[in-house]
């Protein structure tokens, strides 16, 4: 209760802050999920984590609603008919996103938004098409104060992609978070500079390898930081696996690869289980929400996301002494066994309700949270330990990303100079994307905004925020720590 | 076999997109505003002579992520016979490998492409630099006294589709960018040629000798070159 009184009386928390933080308190007063001694031993060494996603979850953690169903057949619950122009389309997304479910209790999720946008602005001029988007992404930013939150372009060029670009270099802010689908073959060079050109200038879009992520589903789209998700479904649940602090348990690669991590991602995988049965048996979600029983979310399409953080460090401290992760194969070949262990477990694990991904749970490279300390992201390159030839980072990742279908990045910080020509860094994306490198984000080394693990936060109110000041965006809060205790302002400026 | 001065791996600035770039040891004219000039002397012990297969090695390190090669220098052109050898291995290996790889020069035009048919073959392009248009103020540039070949060049690859890029370096007051502009315009059948014209803003950095002292031209001069390239209706690009 103590805990309680201290939210209720906080003055470092905004008024909405206070009530997401007080329903966490109330949910984490129950304990539905079963917790075996093994589990609780793995979760105490903090090997198993569940960042913090609650006791007892009542909504799955990522919503990926099929927008474009709901545009067209309108939505009952919110007694909104389907648009007839622009105007009533950007209301309609408004009203909708604020009745999208998360663990953010923010829509992480904002669909195609150049396919949904195209067909309404066909009548409308450039200038009036940008006035009305300006509004609304300010809209957005000021109310999804959360930067886990993300739209999709692309493949396609169209002009609504166009336009979209053109605001957000004006605008500059964390939200949305926006990713290009990049196909060579659809995608014309052109439109993929003017994104290029536009993330060196605002860290925003990242670039999505599309030939090789639309392999994962059907539809897919992106959502929070880079998660690889059905579209009309998403993700039960991210748990992950400390892989350096589960290795911290042992002296013995051997002991590790077949005693400890089997035993741990056992525990972690019936622990995902059990979480999802309790939303889809207990909670009835499916059976209760609108976006469900409208047809806009189908349980058969949501996937867990068994997560993993700090391949880095389990590698290095069971390669030869010295020989580091990224730069020597030793190093290397270990980490592949361990991924070989990990996917093995996974292939081999039924999971409950989880139709679209054949009842697997799906690896994903989680980026870390604030109070990680010495464990990189996923399955990245220490900051401070990347390879001095860019092209031999991107060889690295292509080997390493091919084992994670919910989702995996690399982060390049690039020399200003790019800016000049985004027709070179195309080029490395290219040839990045054709080696099976998945998923790329970048900014130019003097940028404000800055992208920490996946989602965006500007160095200025990093700053205001470390000088004492309140910030709007929740995200600025982890962002700020992150920033300093993953030295990411070490991480290698690639210039061209 | 050539002497090299260094290899980028990396470089956005030698051409369209990320290419690798190859800067020959050795020039014939020795610009005073070079901004690397270590690269004028025909030797120097920093370069390093090299195979072509050595630079070769360099290039297949770079696929699939390089649209191509770049060529400069110094003066590549004095090497000529090696940048034929080097660009027909290139074409090799794109093809052994399925990565198409553009081969371009980077040339102060001074000595004529013509004569090399076989090189030009498989060069895709030439990105040639017209130093001044006037002899005197090209003489006061460079230890040359005669640009006429330079002009040659500028005709034969157009003619030849081979030009991919004309560069002038603007300097106010020692660079006649004005007059380059003019008679690109109108004795050329420039107009209309996919090449572009690149506004290089003259750079203090690395200069010896007396333009060290020069300022860089500003934004307001730089963007006065490009409306008076504009006017005469030729594309240009402030880099």
Known sequence: MADIYSIVTSQQLSYEQKVVALAHAAEDTLSVIPMPERTRFYFEKGAICNLNEGNAPYRPRYIMPDYEKAVKQGVKFLELDPPQDFDELLTFLQVLYRHVPSITTYPVFLGDLDKLIEPFIKDLSDEEVKRKLRNFFIYLDRTITDSFCHANLGPEATRAGRLILDVDRELEQAVPNLTLKYDPSVTPDDFAEQAIYTSLCVANPAICNDVLNARTYDRYGISSCYNILPIAGGSYTLTRLVLPRLAALTESKEEFLTKLLPEAMQCMADYMSARIRFIVEDVHFFESHFLATEGFIERDRFVAMFGLVGLAEAANKFAPAGKKYGSDEEADSVAEQIMDTITAFVNAYECPYCAIANHRLLLHAQVGIDTDFGITSGIRIPVGDEPESIYDHLRHSSRFHRYIPTGCSDILPFDITGKKNPAAVLDIIKGAFSLGQKYIAFYASDSDLVRITGYLVKRSEIEKWNSGKAVLQNTTQLGAPTYASAHLANRKVRGV | ?239
């Open chain 2, 1 to 239: 076999m050539a002497l090299v001065r260094k290899i980028i791996s990396q470089s956005t600035v030698d051409g369209p997109g990320n290419r690798v770039a190859v800067f020959l040891q050795g020039c014939n004219i020795r610009c005073a505003y070079c901004h690397n000039p270590e690269t004028q002397a025909l030797q120097d012990a920093e370069a390093k002579e090299m195979s072509v297969e050595e630079v070769l090695a360099e290039v297949r390190k770079g696929i699939p992520f390089i649209r191509g090669i770049t060529v400069s220098g110094g003066e590549c052109m004095l090497q000529a016979e090696f940048v034929t050898a080097l660009f027909q291995a290139v074409k090799q290996l794109a093809q052994e490998t399925g990565h198409p790889l553009s081969c371009l020069i980077d040339s102060n035009g001074t000595i004529p492409f013509a004569r090399y048919p076989e090189l030009m073959t498989v060069c895709d392009g030439v990105m040639l630099d017209i130093k001044a248009w006037d002899s005197e103020v090209y003489h006061r540039l460079t230890i040359s006294k005669d640009n006429e070949t330079v002009k040659e060049n500028l005709q034969w690859l157009l003619q030849k589709d081979k030009l991919t890029e004309v560069r002038i370096v603007c300097l106010p007051e020692k660079v006649d960018v004005e007059t380059i502009l003019q008679n690109i315009a109108k004795t050329f059948d420039f107009i209309g040629k996919k090449a572009p014209v690149r506004l290089l803003r003259f750079r203090p950095h690395g200069v010896v000798g007396e333009l060290a002292q020069c300022p860089m031209p500003t934004d307001e001069q730089m963007d006065s070159y490009l409306s008076q390239a504009q006017a005469l209706g030729v594309k240009a690009e402030v880099r």
